[in-house]
């Protein structure tokens, strides 16, 4: 029996990297447990699948292309204003919303649509799908960025909350927050600066900056240095120079959640980091 190809997947993926960002999370995830593209694929049924358009600015994003249309996504490069953080203009969702509407009219079999994106600005199209009698399901991220006032679940069919979609809670439980992220950064910066070649992050250097950079309590310190520690965010490292051995600690980059955070950082994890450790 044919599977009738009725799905079409369309993704602002600059909305929801820089929604995951903030998780420490990567759409493109090396589980797939946790990957997007491919949790989509699995949930709706590879046979049913139409199309899965990717829109962002790949640019501005530390997202591979040939990874995604590895997976089967056709991505489409759509050059915002260049800017980051609040300053940043994304263009991806009106791209998305023009495709979207060319393929209501003209693929008439297409009767399921997806919308993954938090952005608001998606009620009309939400709408127009919806009116059309076509099914509208949506995923989102449930958390603050999501207007409480827009309603998205109102306008389709279905909503899914991608913290559970993709699991992220349970990653997010096992402390990979902002605190951990900062602390792990600020280790890795610390090996990388000239002045530091040939030294040890000792603890109690590491515990005295961590109150200095992170305006946190000693208490505070202390509590955050033993976490990174029991979690294998950071590893024992030792030098010996003039023939005394300095012990100290260094972030493991072996650990996917490390790379993943030095990653976001901005920094390039390369095989030749990943041997140095």
């Known amino acids: 029996m044919e599977h009738v190809k009725d799905t079409a997947i369309f993704i602002d993926l600059e909305n929801v990297y820089y929604g995951l960002k903030k998780y420490h999370m990567d759409p493109d995830h090396p589980d797939d447990k946790h990957n997007l593209f491919l949790r989509l694929q699995d949930y709706y049924g590879r046979d049913s699948i139409r199309m899965m358009e990717a829109y962002a600015d790949f640019e501005q994003i530390e997202l591979s292309m040939m990874s995604l249309q590895r997976k089967r996504v056709h991505v489409h490069q759509v ?5 980051r953080g609040e300053e940043r203009k994304n263009a991806a969702d009106i791209q998305l919303c023009l495709d979207a509407m060319e393929v209501l009219y003209q693929i008439p079999e ?8 938090a952005d608001q600005d998606m009620i009309p199209l939400l709408d127009r799908l919806w009116s059309k009698g076509k099914r509208v399901e949506l995923f989102c991220l449930y958390d603050e960025s999501l207007s409480k006032s827009a309603q998205l679940h109102e306008f389709c069919d279905k909503t899914h909350n991608l913290f559970e979609f993709l699991g992220i809670n349970k990653l997010h439980n096992l402390q990979f927050d902002h605190l951990v992220h900062n602390a792990v950064v600020q280790i890795y910066e610390w090996y990388r600066d000239p002045n530091n070649t040939g030294k040890s992050y000792g603890s109690t250097w590491i515990k005295n900056d961590f109150l200095r950079k992170l305006h946190i309590s000693e208490v505070e310190a202390n509590h955050l240095f033993t976490r990174l520690v029991k979690g294998k965010y950071l590893i024992p490292y030792e030098i010996e120079m003039d023939e005394k051995v300095f012990y100290g600690y260094k972030v493991n980059l072996a650990h996917p959640q490390v790379q993943m955070m030095v990653k976001i950082a901005g920094y390039n994890i390369t095989k030749c980091s990943l041997d140095a450790g």
């Open 79 to 83: 050059y915002g204003n260049g800017r």
């Open 110 to 117: 297409i009767n399921t649509f997806v919308i993954v994106s």
